[in-house]
């Protein structure tokens, strides 16, 4: 089945250590998303990709990266978590238009 | 900008009984929206979605919604609810902005289901 694949799906960290999650889609959208989920919350955008074209939310922290080195990949790069970063964080897909097709999400522990 | 309101944070039902979860949205255009679910710890399902067209809509697991553009609602209903349905329902209005669609979350609504 064509899906969104997220790995891993419970990532533990340390304070400051450098982590990457990771997203892949058989669906060849051309529109991809990263999320942030904290508990209780609605997911909050934090970039998305429109092909190669890479989009950044005003309010998204610069200690967050991304890379998309291809249509089926695309990485969340956190250069230094801190403990307010530990969340659901979430990869989504898309055409355009179209709606947004979601992995099962990475859940984020810092220590 | 668009935004959307959810104005019940948890809903309790029994099994059997109907449901209508309600949704508000704020966009000056004809929006794009959608119905997500998300169970704990999962990521997020399409339920249904409008885009134009008939304002009632069907769904999958046997929810459907209305658009009513006067009353800026999209709410979800379900005439009869299963305990698998114990889960966070999240409305979403989408608009296209520089050529992508950018989707905005409402905050929630948790449904429990009690025998």
Redesign the interface.
Known sequence: DAMVIQNPRYQVTQFGKPVTLSCSQTLNHNVMYWYQQKSSQAPKLLFHYYDKDFNNEADTPDNFQSRRPNTSFCFLDIRSPGLGDAAMYLCATSRVPGEQYFGPGTRLTVL | AQSVTQPDIHITVSEGASLELRCNYSYGATP?L?W?VQSP??????LL?Y?SGDTLVQGIKGFEAEFKRSQSSFNLRKPSVHWSDAAEY?CAV?A?S??????T????T?LQVIP
């Open positions: 794009y959608f997500y710890g999962q990521g997020l399902q399409l979605k885009f999240f989408g296209y520089g050529g992508y669609q950018k989707v979350f409402g905050t929630g948790k």
